[in-house]
Every structure is written in structure tokens, then in C-alpha cells.
């Protein structure tokens, strides 16, 4: 069965440092999401890519986030300069569908567990 | 703003018994609703779903119905099992103006015990 796939599952780095976290979306989706998971909080909503372009982003999302699509397979979430409360789960999603709907299932990836020191 | 409110954990059950998990949102207009599952160390799982009012989503012996008038989504099962230890999340994916990006409840962490 196809599933999301997401490298390194655990990474530390130093504040200040640019972190990239890696994606392999299921190969015949077309929506790419991040999510990220603060210990203990809820899971909130990053960035919807969409076409090789972001679609939607939340207020979370700020200059410090970007996200590449560089070689049709991958799907990358970059930090430019950490922070110590950026310390979280990162889970990468996608889907297929075609429009906005909301129904489509999304196929989560395991998470990469970021750790700002 | 949209928002899903779910039931405080954790919860601790014995095998067999009823499993009701409370989930409540805030939405505009038809929110498309969702529970999911995560194992340990695994990702996030789709259980099951409802995309309009009234209708029930059922799946691995779990239900829930999307009740419009109390804006609710509750999760049951009426004979847990060891295996469905894991954390439970509600969530929605707002009616329209979005990409499909799901909002999520905080998580209900259950263990089963036998």
C-alpha cells in the first residue's frame, strides 16, 4: 500500500541553524500539506501546496517557512533561522482530488520529531 | 475562526467496554468532519467520515454521526479492544474559502486494558 514518507524522523539543531524537513507524497496526489504538532498542543495546520505554488498558508507560516517541490517527488519544509518554539512534531500530508473539497482523505506521513536547542 | 473542541484525556478502559469520545466544532456553513487515529510512532490514520449533517461514518467497528444541531461528532465503539490503544483526534476541514486543510482537536489518548 502507498504510503507518505518523511526523513530524518528525529532531528536537533542548534537555534538559528536552517533545518530541512524531507516528504515523499504518495505519487499520484496533487495537494501537499505540512502540519506540526507542539508537545501536548494540537496539531495545526502549516501550508497546502497545490500546483507548484502554496495555496493556502496559516499565520503560523511566517517568512521563516518556506516549502520546494524541487524534483516532482519530493516535498521539502525549510526553516530558514530556528527558534527554540519551533521544538515540535512535523507531520507532512497529501492527497489526490481534484477542486476544494474537503472530503478527500489525506495520508499522513510518521513525523519528523524537530528539537531546537 | 473554525475550531474543534475534544474530550479531555487520557482515557483508560477495560477490553469490551463502551467507548464514547466527545468531539464539538465551530464551523460556517457545512464543515466536512473527521476522526483520526494515531498509533505509536506511526502517523496519523483517516478512521472515519462524515461530509454532511446527519450523515454516520463507521469503520473497524467505530461510529459517529454528524449531528448539525448540536454541532457535535461524538466517536463510539461499543466493545474496545487492546489494539485500539492510541490517540484519538477530531477534526474538520472548513466548508468552503480553504484547500482542504484539516483543523484538529487536541487528541484523546485511550488505553485498553485487558
Known amino acids: 500500500e502507498p504510503e507518505v514518507t518523511q526523513t530524518p524522523s528525529h532531528q536537533v539543531t542548534q537555534m538559528g541553524q536552517e533545518v530541512i524537513l524531507r516528504c515523499v507524497p504518495i505519487?499520484?496526489?496533487?495537494?501537499f500539506y505540512w502540519y506540526r504538532q507542539i508537545l501536548g498542543q494540537k496539531v495545526e495546520f502549516l501550508v497546502s501546496?497545490?500546483?507548484?505554488?502554496?495555496?493556502?498558508k496559516s499565520e503560523i507560516f511566517d517568512d521563516q517557512f518556506s516549502v520546494e517541490r524541487p524534483d516532482g517527488s519530493n516535498f521539502t519544509l525549510k526553516i530558514r533561522s530556528t527558534k527554540l518554539e519551533d521544538s515540535a512534531m512535523y507531520f507532512c500530508?497529501?492527497?489526490?482530488?481534484?477542486?476544494?473539497?474537503?472530503?478527500?482523505?489525506?495520508?499522513f506521513g510518521p513525523g519528523t520529531r524537530l528539537t531546537v536547542t | 475562526g473554525d475550531s474543534v473542541t475534544q474530550m479531555e484525556g487520557p482515557v483508560t478502559l477495560s477490553e469490551e467496554a463502551f467507548l464514547t469520545i466527545n468531539c464539538t466544532y465551530t464551523a460556517t456553513g457545512y464543515p466536512s468532519l473527521f476522526w483520526y487515529v494515531q498509533y505509536p510512532g506511526e502517523g496519523l490514520q483517516l478512521l472515519l467520515k462524515a461530509t454532511k449533517a446527519d450523515d454516520k461514518g463507521s469503520n473497524k467497528g467505530f461510529e459517529a454521526t454528524y449531528r448539525k444541531e448540536t454541532t457535535s461528532f461524538h466517536l463510539e465503539k461499543g466493545s474496545v479492544q487492546v489494539s485500539d490503544s492510541a490517540v484519538y483526534f477530531c477534526?474538520?476541514?472548513?466548508?468552503?474559502?480553504?484547500?482542504?486543510?484539516?483543523?484538529f482537536g487536541k487528541g484523546t489518548k485511550l488505553s485498553v486494558k485487558p
Open positions: 505519487s499520484n496526489h496533487l495537494y
Open positions: 477534526a474538520l476541514s472548513p466548508a468552503r474559502g480553504s484547500q482542504g486543510n484539516l483543523i
Open positions: 500530508a497529501s492527497r489526490v482530488g481534484q477542486g476544494a473539497t474537503g472530503a478527500y482523505e489525506q495520508y
Open positions: 501546496f497545490y500546483n507548484n505554488e502554496i495555496s493556502e
